[in-house]
């Protein structure tokens, strides 16, 4: 890709990672273009692109990565594309997964399409460590074979797979990224951190599923971003790189960080009932987009604290983009779970 002014697609710019990716990149390259092409749907709202829409540098087109004409109109004149857009919400494609194979499958496909038949572009396609499946010890590196749990994981897979068959088949330049859990600003607040920071903000108890004893390793989403532009840049045609930090935590110590740093009491922490399939521990070596020049920045407590201050500042943005469908949402999928007893969990 040319550096020099590239023009970059950006789907599913409006959401949490995407949405980071090109506000870093707006810092770090003056000359560049971004086109912005987003669905707005509940957990990418133009709210979250408020402080840079009117950058002469972007351009926000509203669209679905399913829907061939607004890909090919936008796809008009890039260097890149850098998928972003999918359906992210593990809980969510429990009660739904129709349209995580619509999105996460299909509408990659559309792109890749696209891509093969009029533009020589490098596609990077955003994905997860949730590929892996649950990885007990070690660290996942990039040949192991993947093993998706849940239905958000297995559209992930199937999306990464046809990546790779255009790549194969028809020669198409994917780099494809998986990152581990990634926190930070602009959150939609149903994921854990930013639904337990908003929660004791509002002084409700947090829901931690099961023991909270599972293990994840979080990136802070400027790392992810860094990542995911490095590989884009520097990867090597075909390839997978992991984008995994090494703060590896239970949920229940970030549990106890947040409540910490928000000066509330550990008795809003409320053990439920486990996540069906739940992934007992994700875990990345990183060692591959490393030798790219690559490293994160943040460390855990840092980023935390960071990102708790950030929602403590920006209550206007989380709470304007809360709409109704959130508390029908949090009915659903929180409403038939039972609290337990910390005798009822293994818990140390
Ligand atoms: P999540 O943010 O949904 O990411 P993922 O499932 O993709 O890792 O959840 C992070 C972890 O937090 C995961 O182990 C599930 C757990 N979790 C809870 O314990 N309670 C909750 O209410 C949520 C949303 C997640």
Partial sequence: MKSDNPRILVTGGAGFIGSNYARMILRSLTSCELVILDKFTYSGSKLTLVDIADDPRVTIVEGDICDVSAVNRALEGCDAVVNFAAETHVDRSLIDPASFIHTNVHGTWVLLEAVRQHYEVRFVQVSTDEVYGAVLSGQSVETDLIHP???????????????????????????????????????????????????????????????????????????????????????????????????????????????????????????????????????????????LGWEPSWTFDEGIKQTVDWYRENSDWWRAVRDASFEEYYQSNYGGRTAMSPSDTDQE
Avoid at 161 to 184: C, K, W
Avoid at 206 to 220: A, E, K, N, S, T
Avoid at 276 to 290: E, I, M, Q, T
Wanted: hydrophobic share 35%.
């Fill in 149 to 291: 749990r849940n239905p958000y994981s297995a559209s992930k897979a199937g999306a990464e797979m046809m990546a790779i068959a255009y790549a194969e088949s028809h020669g198409v330049d994917v780099v494809i990224t998986r990152g581990s859990n990634t926190y930070g600003p602009y959150q939609y607040p149903e994921k854990f951190i930013p639904l337990m920071i908003t929660n004791v903000i509002e002084g409700r108890t947090i829901p931690v599923y099961g023991d909270g004893l599972q293990v994840r390793h979080w990136i802070h989403a400027d790392d992810h971003a860094r990542a995911i532009h490095t590989a884009l840049l520097h990867g090597k045609s075909g390839e997978i790189y992991n984008a995994g930090s090494d703060d590896e935590r239970t949920n229940i110590s970030v549990a106890r960080a947040v409540v910490d740093l928000l000066g509330a009491s550990d008795d809003l922490i409320e053990h439920v009932t486990d996540r069906p399939g739940h992934d007992r521990r994700y875990a990345l070596s990183s060692d591959k987009l490393r030798s």
